[in-house]
């Protein structure tokens, strides 16, 4: 099955070690990184797609960060 995450942080290095966390979990880039100001906040944040391949079923109660 393929799995997708999408991740997302304030713009600052938080935001690279989550992703880098994923990819060296087997997690690959899917598109392109998205930046934009989050008003409520007064935070410029930053988020990237992830997808991977796994063996087994979908099934909604997966915990995706855990795979």
Excluded: I
């Amino acid at each position: 099955m393929k799995l997708y995450r999408y991740l997302s942080e304030d713009d600052t290095s938080a935001f690279c070690h989550k992703v880098t966390a994923a990819l060296n979990k087997g997690w690959v880039l899917h598109g392109g990184p998205t930046y934009a100001f989050d008003a409520a906040n007064g935070v410029m944040r930053c988020g990237q797609a992830v997808v991977k391949e796994v063996e087994g079923d979908y099934a909604p109660d997966l915990k995706l960060g855990e795979l």
